[in-house]
């Protein structure tokens, strides 16, 4: 039987963690105060706002909410976002995404200022990591690598394969596990015989959108199989990017959906936020 890696207990510590870092920043006057911004209101991105404000509350952090209309202009969102950059009582920035499609999405990251972007999507914040820089690091990637750290795998020398290369999830996930010294593989949907390269994997790292992808063929025995995915089935339950009753007899270790990489990204948020309160 595979090791289970907790997702819920890890980030739970990681936020105890932090609210005791809080309170020490608090006591010799730092405040700490997240800006969160939905335009419209997805219910799915209504959901992840309300945790991450209750995430705030939890570690001892200010949050600050901007609710705006759907039909708010480009203009007047990046207004906001240029007010809130000047505020000094404002660490950390964050735009819930997808907005709405008349907007430009690189553009609303782009005028976030890199020093509060909290969920490292900044070109400066990600070229930063590219260079092995001081940066902010996209929360669900770090949030893998603590899974990683904080359950006693080894990833330095192992081979590892990050199926996906979208720009919030595969392509800093691998420059992380380089930066970790693994050898690092990235495939996507033009990689020719997935099956066979996913198969060399000692850390195979999947983060591909499609529910219940990864089956047994494309594991090795032993492997650590970390699962970013989730999908909610037409039965209301949530799955991952792996078939996780094919894949767990055959893993060495075992990322649950849910209660894996999901809960955190929040975690890794509040750690992003804290670490904007010491700058
Ligand atoms: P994207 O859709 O942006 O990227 C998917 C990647 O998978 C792309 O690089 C794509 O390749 C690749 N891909 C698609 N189909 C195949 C295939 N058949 N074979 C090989 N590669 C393929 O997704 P995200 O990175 O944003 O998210 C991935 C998953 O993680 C989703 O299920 C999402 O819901 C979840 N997620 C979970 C989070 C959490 O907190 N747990 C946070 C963020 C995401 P190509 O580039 O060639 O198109």
Redesign the pocket.
């Known amino acids: 039987m595979a090791q289970l890696i907790d997702g819920k207990k890890i980030s739970q510590e990681i936020k105890d963690e932090l609210k005791e870092k809080v309170e020490k920043l608090n006591a010799e006057g730092i405040e700490g105060a997240l800006a969160v911004i939905q335009v419209g209101n997805d219910p799915a991105s209504s959901v992840y706002v309300r945790n991450k404000k209750r995430a705030c509350e939890y570690i001892g952090i200010r949050s600050e909410s901007y609710e705006l209309p759907e039909e708010t202009t480009e203009d007047e969102l990046l207004t906001l976002i240029e007010t809130l950059n000047e505020d000094p009582k404002i660490n950390g920035i964050l735009c819930q995404l997808p907005v709405p499609a008349h907007m430009d999405e690189n553009k609303i990251i782009r005028t976030i200022a890199p020093e509060k972007d909290v969920d490292g999507f900044h070109t400066q914040n990600v070229g930063a990591l590219v260079v092995g820089q001081k940066g902010f690091v996209s929360c669900?990637p770090a949030g893998v690598i603590q899974l990683l750290k904080r359950s006693g795998i080894d990833i330095a020398g192992k081979h590892c394969v990050v199926?996906?290369?979208?720009n919030?999830?595969?392509k800093p996930m691998a420059l992380l596990m380089l930066k970790e010294n693994a050898t690092v593989t990235i495939?996507?949907?033009?990689?020719a015989d997935?099956k066979a390269v996913c198969k060399q994997a000692d850390i195979l790292i999947v983060?591909?959108?499609?529910p219940k992808?990864i089956t047994a063929e494309y594991v090795k025995e032993g492997a650590t199989v970390i699962d970013?995915?989730?999908?909610r089935q037409e039965d209301g339950k949530l799955c991952g990017?792996v078939d996780f009753e094919q894949v767990e007899p055959i893993a060495g270790a075992i990322t649950p959906v849910p209660g894996g990489?999901?809960p955190m990204?929040i975690a890794m948020l509040m750690n992003n936020c804290v670490e904007a309160m010491t700058r």
Request: glycine residues 18%.
């Open positions: 669900t199926v996906g290369r979208s919030i999830v595969g495939c996507h949907s033009r990689t997935l983060a591909v959108g499609k992808m970013v995915g989730i999908h990017d990489v999901g990204t």
